[in-house]
């Protein structure tokens, strides 16, 4: 496979079906690709049996082979380019007789013949190259040769040169990806096109020296010391044609990287791995700087070093808890990249329970530089409101706890509106304002600190896909939560190791695809914080909840809320998953003591104002009605004007009901809005729901068959029901009831019917074997 090179190859396709007598040349460094593009693209026109590719033709013994290399000629009788003396002995026809003959077996498709790896194209091999090109127009052959450089300049009219140039980032990182069984981050391929030139084959070699950690970004990586032997190759012809005074200069660049010539504004080296060569030569040559040639600039030491390994999440090189990092260079700055890495990655900040709870002999502005990346122009009002955020969300981390989220809430509000933030802060915040139930304002403080910024770190780029990915995630925008940790883990591939990264990958692919999370083990089990296990117990919970394993739901569900009371998703929805989930796994009305003390803390109304949330917080009421009938307060929800209401938040309505009437036995009504439900999804991209609509329905028939409809009842109808039940007359049920007893006859009548029972006989025979909750409760 060929990547980024479209334009050339239509280039020589359209050579290998023309009909002009010319030759065609394909110029470039070795290991830019030539044999194969070239190969491709006569693959790509129907020539891959009808072409034929000479190898060696410089060499003594040069031969022709088919595209597959199955078959071989040996050439060398009629082959001299080096050789002048002997090019009026050169006979093209029997060349190409040869060729002709032993590729008549071929196919049908265009005659091409490839001359491979001519090296570099001077006067004789180029008269040569033209002799063999006219002889092979006569006897419906095109020719295409592979050359490094030219050294005769200009060439005849005959001759096309197409310069092959280096691979952009996308092509590089897709030739390094098909190669390499590691993901690579995307600034490690940034570096290694900088290094190689975008020279693929160059690229790879230095990729090959590199470890798995440095590959994913886990451990820093900025040049390498030496240079191999594909690099010898490739730049050969071209350090041999420098004069000193060029090496010399070429020797004293200054190889910074990339970041180095990002600041610069220009690359200060095109070719930086021949820059180490004249190093090299230098060095061999006794020359003094010629021993610092295998010298990259790594960057300084002390807590610089610490903070750009923050700063670029290179967690390999980190302790297992961030703390260590602060313990060992007390720095406001270097305190506050650590602790907003903790709060972003979900690791455990503290090495024990009794350590301390706040960064310790750093000064109380660290926090200022949590949330801003330059403090000094903010106002006083915001920092003191920024510190107490910051304290308030440490002790949250440490115990769990939080005493005022009134406080916390107008906190964030005042932090948030200042400009220069952080966005490893502005993540953070996102959390918490969702954890309020403040969605409206963790989109506005998205959306506030949206613009362009110049110089943004490793840890910036992926705490605002995490932030943007949270949002979506809370909004039940799974395919945008899916796009957004696509981004982040392009970076850094590590980010899909992450707890909060797997819980919205998991939640986010069960409601696209109906994918079952494979295990509930996180990667390196023991240094994340309770929160993040707490919000990762979530998200899987609603994972098992979309694809309607209900009892795993529960049991996580459960887990999320002991270990973290204030989850991203916000209270109110991680309840209402609880809530659904025992609903849909357990007999009718049996919410157990340990769910309902998970759902006693009460809930303030602001944080239930945003539509949605305050959805499902109706959907959690229906679902909690002490009389088991809920069916007002479904219809009211379900009735309301659909604007305000997500189609999210519609489907969750949709799918409690349908699942909660039959269970109780409305199975009429229970999937008529499952039906819709299933309508609704399709056409909001959340298929996933069918898996678990469909899972639901198969458990409901096998274990009871079709139901009564009990729940379709109205409340003067049950009334009735209830009192026939217990024997009395419909004369009785009318003075009870305060209705004719032709009234009662037809209403009994239209329940029979709705019950699919004959008479008041088979009432009472079917209240004895299946009772509805509110008959048996009544």
């Known amino acids: ?21 010319t030759v065609l040349v394909v110029r470039g460094l070795s290991g830019i690709g030539k044999t194969a593009t070239v ?105 295409i040769a592979a050359v490094r450089s030219i050294a005769v300049e200009p060439l005849s009219d005959d001759v096309e040169v197409l310069e092959l140039g280096p691979l952009d980032r996308g092509s590089l990182r897709r030739v390094l990806d098909m190669e390499l069984s590691v993901p690579v981050a995307a600034d490690v391929v940034e570096h290694l096109r900088w290094w190689s030139a975008g020279n693929p084959r160059l690229a790879l070699e230095l990729a090959g020296s590199l470890s798995a950690a440095e590959l994913r970004g886990d451990a820093s990586w900025t040049g390498p010391d030496t240079v191999g032997s594909a690099a010898r190759r490739a730049y050969r012809a071209m350090l041999a044609g420098l004069d000193p005074a060029t090496m010399t200069a070429l020797a004293a660049v200054h190889l910074g990287g990339v970041a180095v010539a990002r600041r610069d504004g220009r690359s200060t080296v095109r070719h930086p791995l021949l820059s180490l060569l004249c190093r090299e030569a230098r060095g061999a040559d006794g020359h003094a700087d010629g021993h610092e040639a ?41 305190a ?46 915001a920092r003191a409101a920024g510190a107490r955020v910051a304290v308030t969300l440490l002790r949250l981390e440490d115990t769990g706890d939080l005493p005022d989220p009134s406080g916390l809430r107008a906190d964030l509000r005042l932090i948030g509106a200042t400009p220069g933030q952080d966005w490893v802060g502005v993540d953070i915040q996102v959390r918490a304002l969702l954890m309020l139930g403040d969605v409206a304002g963790a989109r506005s403080l998205l959306a506030d600190h949206s613009g362009a910024s110049s110089g943004s ?65 996180p990667a390196q089990a023991g240094s994340w914080s309770a929160r993040a296990l707490g919000e990762y117990a979530a ?68 944080e239930r104002s945003a539509a949605d949330v305050a959805a499902a917080y109706s959907r959690l009421g229906a679902l909690l009605a002490d009389d088991g009938t809920p069916s007002a307060t479904f219809e009211a929800a379900l009735h309301a004007p659909p604007a305000p209401m997500s189609p999210w938040q519609r489907v ?30 399709r056409l909001a991209g959340m298929a996933g729901w069918l898996r678990g609509i469909d ?84």
């Open 39 to 143: 190969l491709h693209a006569l693959k790509l026109v129907g020539a891959g049996s009808s072409a034929v590719r000479v190898v060696r033709p410089c060499s003594p013994r040069p031969s022709a082979h088919d595209l597959e290399n199955r078959r071989r000629i040996d050439l060398s009788a009629w082959s001299h380019p080096d050789h002048p003396e002997h090019g009026s002995d050169f006979d093209a026809a029997g060349f190409l007789r040869a060729v002709s003959a032993w590729a008549a077996d071929g196919g049908t498709g265009p005659r091409v013949l490839f001359v491979d790896d001519v090296g570099v194209l001077t006067a004789e091999r180029a008269r040569w190259l033209q002799h063999l090109a006219d002889e092979a127009y006569g006897q419906d052959w095109r020719v």
């Open 294 to 334: 295998y010298v990259v600039d790594r960057g300084v030491t002390g807590p610089g070093t610490a903070a750009s390994i923050l700063d670029g999440l290179h967690l390999d090189e980190l302790p297992a808890r961030p703390w260590a990092v602060v313990a060992a260079s007390p720095d406001p700055r270097l």
């Open 539 to 606: 998200d899987l919970g609603a994972a098992h909840l979309v694809v309607g394993q209900a009892e795993g739901a529960v049991a996580l569900l459960t887990i999320a809320l002991e270990h973290c009371a204030w989850p991203y998703r916000g209270r109110v929805q991680v309840r209402c998953d609880l809530v659904e989930a025992v609903m849909a796994s357990s007999p009718p009305g049996q919410v157990g003591p340990r769910t309902q003390r998970l759902l006693e803390p009460p809930v303030a109304p602001e």
């Open 457 to 521: 770190t490793v840890a910036e780029i992926v705490a605002r896909d995490l932030a943007a990915a949270r949002v979506a995630a809370f909004d039940g925008r799974a395919i945008d939560v899916r796009a957004h940790l696509a981004h982040a883990a392009e970076l850094r591939p590590s980010v899909d190791e992450w707890l909060p990264a797997r819980g919205l990958r998991a939640s986010a692919d069960a409601v696209v695809d109906g994918t079952v999370p494979a295990s509930t083990m």
């Open 695 to 778: 899972v639901f329905l198969a458990e409901a028939d096998a274990s009871g068959g079709t139901d009564p409809e009990w729940e379709v009842l109205g409340r003067h109808e049950r009334e009735m029901v209830r009192l026939a039940v217990h024997g009395a007359t419909n004369s009785q049920i009318a003075q009870a009831t305060f209705v004719s007893e032709r009234t009662v006859v037809n209403r009994l009548r239209r329940a029979y019917a709705t019950l699919g029972i004959r008479d008041r006989r088979d009432l009472v025979r079917l209240a004895e074997t299946r009772p509805p909750a509110w008959l048996v409760s009544g």
């Open 336 to 381: 506050a990249r650590a602790v907003g890495v903790s709060l972003m990655t979900g690791r455990a900040w503290a090495d024990h329970r009794d350590g301390p709870l706040t960064p310790d002999g750093v000064g109380p502005e660290w926090t200022d530089h949590l949330w801003w990346r330059d403090p000094v122009g903010v106002d006083g009002e």
């Open 652 to 681: 969750r309505m949709l799918v409690a009901y349908g699942r909660y009437a039959v269970t109780r036995g409305g199975r009429a009504t229970g999937t008529a809005m499952l039906d819709e439900a299933r309508t609704l999804v």
């Open 1 to 21: 496979m060929v990547h980024g090179r479209d334009r050339e190859l239509r280039v020589i396709g359209h050579f290998a079906t023309d009909l002009d007598p």
